[in-house]
């Protein structure tokens, strides 16, 4: 049953992403309209076969918005959790291997950063560094330091004291080759699961800060954004605010489900692996 549950998790995961990353990468070729097209004569029109998904209140194509946006949840998805990471796995690495004071640093940096939460720190900066897309990527990577940071930190701990590594410090293999080739692949899977759970959890801020009007500015297509500028034709046109609601949490439950099946199915297959070594 749980073998079913793990596999199910995965699978689904798999096709929700999959879907949405077929919808952007045909975005790069195709839109049925340009995404910032106004039609004075058809606002707030209804799904059609003109307008597969209606039109919104400036009478632009909710579905070439909507394919254009996949663009920036995930650019600024992937953008900022791979900035969080590249910092926060060196970060780890050095305290994890070293220790001493360099850890007592790096690990009260942390501890200074979790105290704000994450949300408030890239109001923050956004507020003063600018609301554009490279801003973005920037406060929400940050946002995400602390847990590659703790999980590199806590790997290479535990590595360092292993009996091959101390094998190869005796051969006199460099401290950075060590890091590199002889720790660092053994919590690549930790990682990668990280990695993935983060990507929703960026998509989802992005969406929160763009609905505030912090985010992606107009005329960029965003879903967040998207959301505000539908919640006063609730009532007139459910639709225009349902359809970016709903691929939001598709893309956030895909990434999630992807993240937990991709963790089951690693921490599966460890007891395995080392019955075979």
């Known amino acids: 049953m749980n073998e079913k549950r793990r596999n199910a998790n995965l699978v689904t995961g798999v096709v929700l992403v999959s879907f949405l990353l077929l919808m952007l990468i045909v975005s790069f070729f195709y839109l049925p309209y340009p995404p910032n097209k106004m039609d004075s004569v058809n606002t707030l029109a ?11 209140n400036f009478g632009r194509d909710i579905l070439s918005r909507i394919m254009k946006g996949s663009q920036m949840a995930f650019g600024i998805g992937f953008g900022a959790v791979l900035t969080g990471m590249v910092v926060g796995v060196i970060l780890g690495a050095v305290a994890g291997y070293f220790g001493g004071w360099i850890d007592e640093i790096v690990m009260r940096l942390m501890d200074a950063k979790m105290a704000f939460p994450g949300v408030i720190l890239a109001l923050v900066l956004i507020t003063v ?16 330091i602390p847990r590659f940071c703790r999980m590199t930190r806590t790997g290479f701990m535990q590595i360092k004291e292993m009996e091959y590594i101390k094998a190869a410090k005796s051969r006199g293999i460099s401290d950075l080759r060590i890091m590199i080739f002889h720790i660092l692949p053994n919590i690549s899977s930790s990682l990668l699961v990280t990695f993935t759970l983060g990507i929703s959890s960026a998509i989802l801020s992005e969406a929160g800060l763009s609905f505030l009007g912090l985010g992606i500015q107009p005329p960029h297509p965003s879903w967040g954004r998207m959301l505000f500028e539908a919640q006063s034709y609730l009532l007139t046109n459910p639709m225009y605010a349902v359809i970016p609601g709903v691929m939001i949490t598709i893309l956030v439950l895909g990434f999630n489900l992807l ?3 991709l963790r089951d199915y690693l921490d599966h297959r460890m007891p395995q692996r080392e019955e075979e070594a």
Do not use: C, E
């Open 129 to 144: 560094f600018g609301n554009g897309i490279g801003n973005m990527i920037l406060a929400l990577g940050i946002m995400s």
């Open 46 to 56: 209804m799904p059609s076969m003109q307008h597969l998904l209606g039109t919104d």
């Open 259 to 261: 993240g937990d099946g």
